[in-house]
């Protein structure tokens, strides 16, 4: 009955496999070999999205990345069991083996998606849905000055004074000249609680 020079079906997937790494392998190292190498400081530079990218990368990130991707993933796999539940839900020797069949698969789907409309819902009135841009608000402060007094504040030229650090000698003199004397206090204050007699 078998022939033992045959591949049973764990050995086509095997083979499958196989063949799908070397093939892997095999590109990647054709692209080492015949892709030209001038590497430069923008090739070398951090890519994001098209824009140069600023300042250190550990900075603190916003969690509501995570939750989004989180939800996306989470509702992609779990509508990718509705395909093969709307294969078998209209086979006809399903259901004229007993007719509950498609009543039974119709109802189970309405809970499925039942529960995944309710978890929609949470995540949506939590906010995790929403994408939060911060709003550049200028401060504006009710004060009885006039604009033009800030305008010409603002145009007038002021003289810098050169800086010139103090000399370790200068410093300590200025410290003992500033130190202000601790004096005791002229009386003590005495505190009683009420409805005492001294």
Do not use: H
């Not at 399903?94 to 309710?118: C, H, K, N, Q, Y």
């Not at 929609?120 to 504006?140: A, H, Q, S």
């Amino acid at each position: 009955m078998d022939d033992p020079a045959q591949l049973t079906e764990f050995g086509k997937i095997l083979l499958m496999g196989i063949v799908g790494a070397l093939l892997v392998l095999f590109t990647l190292l054709l692209g080492k070999i015949i892709s030209p190498k001038k590497p430069t400081k923008e090739k070398l530079s951090t890519y994001e999205c098209g824009e140069e990218a600023q300042g250190s990368s550990w900075i603190q990130f916003n969690a509501r990345f995570y939750v989004i991707a989180l939800v996306f993933l989470l509702f992609d796999v779990e509508l990718i069991f509705i395909f093969p539940w709307a294969t078998v839900f209209g086979q006809a020797d399903f259901i004229s083996a007993d007719p509950r069949w498609g009543w039974f698969t119709l109802l189970e789907m309405f809970v499925f998606v039942g529960i995944l409309i309710v978890g929609l819902v949470y995540v949506w009135r939590k906010g995790d849905l929403e994408w939060i841009k911060p709003r550049v608000i200028t401060p504006r402060v009710q004060v009885n000055i006039p604009g033009a007094a800030y305008d010409r504040l603002n145009r007038e030229r002021y003289r810098v004074q050169p800086f010139e650090p103090l000399r370790p000698s200068e410093i300590k003199e200025a410290s003992k000249t500033e130190a202000p004397e601790t004096k005791a206090p002229a009386f003590k204050p005495r505190f009683k609680k009420p409805g005492t007699t001294p």
